[in-house]
């Protein structure tokens, strides 16, 4: 059974970071990445990874880095110079298939981590 399962949300204040992680089982995938969702809000492509090859939402380009350690099928996401407006439930996703910024081409979803930034 394939499950991914998330870590690492939680409260900050505008300017810190949190690191989350998502831990593949299961089986390994070519690609992993990053969704959000916030209050009201559409759900937002973040980060993906695929082999080394990375890729960003434009809200989050030069303060939140991707990363995996095949060898723990995990995959990072780094978030630094947190902004109030970070605030939502971040998902976890995979596919075996390439890098894509929709969400409909992502059939495995962790349960979503909440993470919470005050300003």
């Known amino acids: 059974q394939v499950q991914l399962v998330e870590s690492g949300g939680g409260l900050a204040q505008a300017g810190d970071s949190l690191r989350l992680s998502c831990a593949a089982s299961?089986?390994?995938?070519?690609?992993m990445g990053w969704f959000r969702q916030a209050r009201g809000k559409e759900r937002e492509f973040v980060a993906v990874?695929?082999?080394?090859?990375?890729f960003y939402g434009d809200s989050v380009k030069g303060r939140f880095s991707i990363s995996r350690d095949n060898a723990k099928n995990t995959v990072y996401l780094q978030m630094n110079s947190l902004k109030p407006e970070d605030t939502a439930v971040y998902y976890c996703?995979?596919?075996?298939?390439?890098?894509?910024?929709?969400?409909?081409?992502?059939?495995?979803w962790g349960q979503g981590t909440v993470v919470t930034v005050s300003s």
């Open positions: 996703v995979a596919t075996g298939l390439g890098i894509s910024y929709r969400s409909d081409a992502y059939d495995h």
């Open positions: 299961g089986r390994t995938f070519n690609t």
């Open positions: 990874i695929s082999w080394s090859t990375t």
